[in-house]
Structure formats: structure tokens, C-alpha cells
Nanobody, 123 residues
Framework: QVQMQESGPGLVKPSQTLSLTCTVSGTSITTNYYYWTWIRQPPGKGLEWMGAIAYSGSTYYNPSLKSRTSISRDTPKNQFTLELSSVTPEDTAVYYC???????????????WGQGTQVTVSS
């Protein structure tokens, strides 16, 4: 079955770059129509979509985070990575990777999630 696992440091200092990797097993991240997504949830707040990398390699970003966000992939390792630069304590959140399906312009939805990883931004 498909499994997704986030990994990365749990503590990042302000102004540094947060880097998280999602390792996918059970399927290829190049499989048609899937979008590999990063979503976060700050404490006491709702989910925030950060961005995604498509099966094709195209990337999409939340406009509010676009200037600080980069998503890339390593297809031989079947991983995709989030980098968020110039972090502040407001970037403290649980970060999730998730798989989204969209076919012929029709959004099907999220069907797989990682368990999430807590990232705290603090000096």
C-alpha cells in the first residue's frame, strides 16, 4: 500500500531555512495525475496548503508563501522536498505531506497523508 513519511529537523532557528523530505513507498511520484503536496497546521489554526509538485514535475505554490517556498523531487529516491526560507516563529506548525488526485481538470481529493512532523521555530 502507499505510505508517506515526513522527515527533517524538529527545531529550526529564526531566519534559517526549513527543509523537510517526504519519502513515498508503494507507488511512484511520477504516476499520472497525482500531485504531491505540502500542508501545514499551526497550533490552534486550520490547515494551510503550501504547495505541490505534480507527477510531471511542475510546481505550484500558495501565493502567500511563494517567495519563501521551494518544492523539488528526487525521482530515483521517490522523495519530494519542501524548503521554506527565512522562517519565523509563525512558521511553527505540524507539517504534512499528502497525495492529491486530479484527473482531466477534475479534483478528486487527497487520498494519502503522512503522519505529520512537528517543526518548531525558536532560538
Amino acid at each position: 500500500q502507499v505510505q508517506m513519511q515526513e522527515s527533517g529537523p524538529g527545531l529550526v532557528k529564526p531566519s534559517q531555512t526549513l527543509s523537510l523530505t517526504c519519502t513515498v513507498s508503494g507507488t511512484s511520484i511520477t504516476t499520472n495525475y497525482y500531485y504531491w503536496t505540502w500542508i501545514r497546521q499551526p497550533p490552534g489554526k486550520g490547515l494551510e496548503w503550501m504547495g505541490a509538485i505534480a507527477y510531471s514535475g511542475s510546481t505550484y505554490y500558495n501565493p502567500s508563501l511563494k517567495s519563501r517556498t521551494s518544492i523539488s523531487r528526487d525521482t530515483p529516491k521517490n522523495q519530494f522536498t519542501l524548503e521554506l526560507s527565512s522562517v519565523t516563529p509563525e512558521d511553527t506548525a505540524v507539517y504534512y505531506c499528502a497525495r492529491f488526485l486530479s484527473v482531466a481538470g477534475r479534483s478528486i481529493g487527497y487520498d494519502q497523508w503522512g503522519q505529520g512532523t512537528q517543526v518548531t521555530v525558536s532560538s
